[in-house]
């Protein structure tokens, strides 16, 4: 598997929950939408995710209910989470 990437952005536009997996490394950000041409990177998780792990199951990027916090799953289970306050 190469590369990987995967993002939700919440209702409000402003933050983006952003998976990315470079063949090597995997990351979930918070990510500033909105940022012109500032920090756009809000908060940053180093995720220990292989590409077995990767293929195997489905990846996805959910903002809670309540649109504070946003979700990185691995079918199905959270394996990390990001506040946006």
């Not at 918070?30 to 756009?40: C, E």
């Not at 916090?69 to 289970?77: A, I, N, S, W």
């Amino acid at each position: 598997m190469q590369a990987y990437y995967e993002s939700a952005t919440r209702i409000a536009g402003d933050y983006a929950g952003v998976f990315e997996y470079d063949g090597e490394t995997s990351y979930f950000y918070l990510y500033r939408v909105d940022a012109n041409g500032g920090q756009k990177i809000v908060r940053a998780l180093n995720v220990e995710l292989k590409a077995p792990q990767l293929s195997d199951q489905k990846i996805t990027v959910v903002w809670s209910d309540n649109q504070s916090t946003v979700y990185l799953k691995v079918g199905g289970e959270v394996v990390a989470a990001l506040s946006s306050d």
